[in-house]
C-alpha cells in the first residue's frame, strides 16, 4: 500500500514527518507520498512559492526511507483536488492500494471535499488521529464511519479502497502557522522543523515580516 500525504507544507515540519512515520510503520506502508499542493480550495492559499515549498518537502524528506516527493499538483497548477491526484495516481499505479492520509480536522470537513465519494472509491482513508482530539460531528460523517470504519491494517487491505482507518499518531503541538508568526518575529523557529529546512528558509528570507504578511 501507498500512503499519499498532501497539504500546503508552509513549511513542512515535524509534526508532518513524525506523524506520517508513525502510519508508515504502524500500518505497514510501502512508501508515503508527499504531495504539496499548488492552490489551495479550503484554507488561505500559501504564502511561500509552490517550488520553494516542493523544495522544503524534498529536504525534509531525504533522511527517511520510504519519504518520497510527488509533485504532481505542482505541476498541474490551479487549485489541487485529492480527486483528482488519486486518479492521476491510480492509472499510474493501477494493482496498488491507495492510502490517503489525513489529519482529523481535514477528515471532519471531508463530506464538503470536491467529488468525496469518488474519492473512497480510490482510496483507502487512514486519519491520524492524536490522543484527545474529538471526532467529526456533522452528521453525514457519522453515516460514513459507521458503514466504512475498520480497526486494523489487515482489515484495510482486505478490500482495495473504501475503508476508513482511525491511527494513533504522537501528539506534537507543532503548526505551520505558529512557525511563521515565530519568523515574522523574528524569532527562531530551531527544532520545529528539520535544520536544513530552516536554513532554506533564512536563505529566501521566507516568512519574515518584510517578505510576507500572515494571513487573516
Same mark, same amino acid.
Given at each position: ?20 512515520? @508513525? ?5 505497514? /506502508? ?6 504539496? /499542493? ?5 484554507? =488561505? ?25 510527488? =509533485? ?6 490551479? &487549485? #489541487?483536488?485529492?480527486?483528482?491526484? /488519486? ?6 499505479? *493501477?494493482?496498488?492500494?491507495?492510502? +490517503?492520509?489525513?489529519?482529523? @480536522? ?5 463530506? &464538503?471535499?470536491?467529488? *468525496? &465519494?469518488?474519492?473512497?472509491? +480510490? ?14 460531528? &456533522? *452528521?453525514?460523517?457519522? $453515516? ?6 475498520? #480497526? ?10 473504501? #475503508?476508513?482507518? $482511525?491511527? *494513533? ?7 505551520? #502557522?505558529?512557525?511563521?508568526? $515565530? ?8 527544532? $520545529? /522543523? ?23
Amino acid at each position: 500500500m501507498i500512503g499519499v500525504f498532501g497539504g500546503t507544507f508552509d513549511p513542512v515540519h515535524f509534526g508532518h514527518l513524525r506523524t506520517a512515520l @508513525d502510519v508508515m510503520q504502524g500500518v505497514g /506502508l510501502e512508501e508515503v507520498r508527499f504531495t504539496p /499542493l499548488h492552490g489551495a480550495v479550503h484554507r =488561505d492559499q500559501p504564502q511561500a512559492p509552490a517550488e520553494l515549498r516542493l523544495e522544503m518537502v524534498r529536504l525534509a524528506v531525504r533522511p527517511q526511507a520510504g519519504f518520497v516527493v510527488d =509533485d504532481r499538483e505542482i505541476r498541474r497548477a490551479g &487549485d #489541487s483536488y485529492t480527486v483528482d491526484t /488519486l486518479a492521476s495516481l491510480r492509472r499510474e499505479l *493501477p494493482q496498488r492500494r491507495l492510502c +490517503l492520509l489525513l489529519g482529523m @480536522d481535514a477528515f471532519s470537513g471531508f463530506a &464538503d471535499w470536491h467529488r *468525496p &465519494d469518488e474519492i473512497l472509491k +480510490l482510496a483507502h482513508l487512514i486519519v491520524m488521529h492524536r490522543p484527545g482530539e474529538a471526532g467529526p460531528g &456533522d *452528521p453525514r460523517m457519522k $453515516l460514513l464511519i459507521d458503514g466504512s470504519l475498520v #480497526s486494523s491494517a489487515d482489515q484495510l487491505m482486505a478490500k482495495d479502497h473504501g #475503508s476508513i482507518l $482511525l491511527h *494513533p499518531v504522537t501528539q506534537l503541538d507543532i503548526s505551520a #502557522s505558529q512557525i511563521r508568526k $515565530l519568523l515574522a518575529k523574528g524569532r527562531t523557529a530551531r527544532f $520545529l /522543523l528539520p535544520e536544513a529546512v530552516l536554513q532554506l528558509i533564512e536563505k529566501n528570507g521566507l516568512y519574515s515580516a518584510y517578505h510576507t504578511k500572515e494571513p487573516q
